[in-house]
T-cell receptor, first 116, second 114 residues
Framework: NAGVTQTPKFQVLKTGQSMTLQCAQD?????MSWYRQDPGMGLRLIHY???????DQGEVPNGYNVSRSTTEDFPLRLLSAAPSQTSVYFC???????????????FGPGTRLTVL | GENVEQHPSTLSVQEGDSAVIKCTYS??????FPWYKQELGKGPQLIID?????GEKKDQRIAVTLNKTAKHFSLHITETQPEDSAVYFC?????????????FGTGTRLLVSP
């Protein structure tokens, strides 16, 4: 299993540009989520999905869109990039959204995004 | 909602020493407390977790303690090794809620010097 994969690893955008961060998992996990990590602020949830066709907003959803057309993929779209979106983005997946014995979140390696 | 504070933000120890990272939480109903380790260039990885029905849990050199009355929990690493150098995050949530309710601390950068 490749686990959770993210592409690209690094990206530089200009203000106003759009792009899609890719996330895929090969563990047949129902639950997938996107976090952003900023210095001194820990991880904050952007959007999440409990299954194909079902998505919902997290703590910081503004400026981002998601869709979940398949179980495996959960792309994150930046509609019009802003410098405030400079961050490291992590995708995560788990068997289900509820925690418990044997159900943990697996994180991808991250995408470092810089918006100029 | 839940708020998790984590201290210290950085911690430097000599190899073989112990390291302690502390977190406090605000929601008295939180009852699940995981700890994650993030190595350079990688995503966070769950290393240990504790539920509110126990006060301590150990896994080899790592232990977590929980004080429900004071609403704080701590990660203890004994006999530290250079490979323990990483950023550590604590988190908290209610077990009857999903991962979307997991609130993370701000992280502690641990540096273990040979």
């Amino acid at each position: 299993n490749a686990g959770v994969t993210q592409t690209p690893k690094f990206q530089v955008l200009k203000t106003g540009q759009s792009m899609t961060l890719q996330c895929a998992q090969d563990m047949n996990h129902e639950y997938m989520s996107w976090y952003r990590q900023d210095p001194g602020m820990g991880l904050r949830l952007i959007h999440y999905s409990v299954g194909a066709g079902i998505t919902d907003q997290g703590e910081v959803p503004n400026g981002y869109n998601v869709s979940r057309s398949t179980t495996e993929d959960f792309p994150l779209r930046l509609l019009s990039a802003a410098p405030s979106q400079t961050s490291v983005y992590f995708c995560a997946s788990s068997y289900s959204r509820s925690g418990g014995a044997g159900n943990e979140q697996f994180f991808g390696p991250g995408t470092r995004l810089t918006v100029l | 909602g839940e708020n998790v504070e984590q201290h210290p933000s950085t911690l430097s120890v000599q190899e073989g020493d112990s390291a302690v990272i502390k977190c406090t939480y605000s929601d008295s109903a939180s009852n699940y407390f995981p700890w994650y380790k993030q190595e350079l260039g990688k995503g966070p990885q769950l290393i240990i977790d504790i539920r509110s029905n126990v006060g301590e849990k150990k896994d080899q050199r790592i232990a977590v303690t929980l004080n429900k009355t004071a609403k704080h929990f701590s990660l203890h690493i004994t006999e530290t090794q250079p490979e323990d150098s990483a950023v550590y995050f604590c988190a908290a949530r209610r077990m009857n809620t999903g991962f979307q309710k997991l609130v993370f601390g701000t992280g502690t950068r641990l540096l273990v010097s040979p």
